[in-house]
């Protein structure tokens, strides 16, 4: 929080400063316009980077929620200059695998899954500068799923020769209410912040896990449904650098 603070203040202290034409000195328009599309990324690693460069510490960071919207890449089309369209996306594939070798036995672990989120919405903005602020709300859909697996070669050091736990099918709803701020720094490209807080309803389906034994035919014991639904804390999402073209 105080770092946003900081950060606000200096974009308001920039604001002040400049004389706050709209436009470049080759005619280049800073704020979006009807009919202008844009595309938004999170910028935190960039603040990061920034920092490092100026003090030398390792350890800089920009605020973030630990929330998928915060690593999204966001899609705009202005319908008027002070009105968008948006499209939220964040399609997450994965898989990981770590040996360990003993001198008995190799264990061998296996993570893999996806998570795919979509989104749609809508943004209303204010300001006649160059500093901008903006309000809005996306509909969200979730998709996810995600398996263990443990294979083992040495039948004296487990009970089993192989064991896998898959989670079922998890399914997410949400409505995600923002409220931002953002300063064109160049023509159509600008830095910001926005907060949100969103409800959201997520249903994961039976999960199961396959225990393959040394002797004998591998069992299966299913695990049970569940379901949820949260309101969720206003916090920074995440530092933004969007480009509108």
């Known amino acids: 929080m105080k770092k946003l603070l900081t950060i606000s203040f200096a974009l308001f202290a920039l604001n002040a400063a400049n004389a706050q034409t709209l436009t470049s000195k080759k ?42 919207v915060s690593n999204s890449i966001v899609g705009k089309k202005f319908t008027t ?54 309000y ?8 996810n799923s995600s398996s263990n697996k443990e294979t083992n070669t040495n039948s004296t050091s487990t009970s089993f020769k192989e064991r896998k736990d898959k989670d079922g099918l998890g399914f997410g709803i949400g409505v995600n209410g923002f409220l931002g701020a953002e300063y064109f720094i160049f023509p159509k490209i600008s830095i910001g912040a926005q907060y949100q807080y969103g409800l959201t309803v997520s249903m994961q389906g039976a999960g199961e896990l396959t225990t393959t034994p040394w002797t004998g035919a591998a069992t299966t014991s299913k695990g049970s449904r569940t379901s949820s639904i949260g309101l969720g804390n206003v916090g920074v999402a995440s530092m933004n650098l969007t480009l509108h073209f």
């Open 27 to 68: 005619g280049e328009a800073y704020l979006p316009e009807k009919g202008d599309w844009a595309i938004g990324f999170n910028a935190n690693n960039l603040f990061r980077y920034v920092g490092n460069a100026f003090n030398g510490n390792t350890n800089n960071a920009a605020p973030s929620l630990t929330n998928w």
């Open 81 to 134: 200059a002070n009105t968008a369209y948006r499209v939220v996306a964040n399609i997450g594939f994965g898989t990981e695998t770590e040996t360990d070798e003993q001198s008995s036995n190799t264990n061998k672990y296996t993570e893999s899954g996806f998570d795919v989120s979509l989104g749609l919405g809508k943004e209303w903005r204010r300001g006649k500068t160059r500093l901008q602020g903006y």
């Open 136 to 143: 809005g709300a996306d509909v969200l859909l979730n998709v």
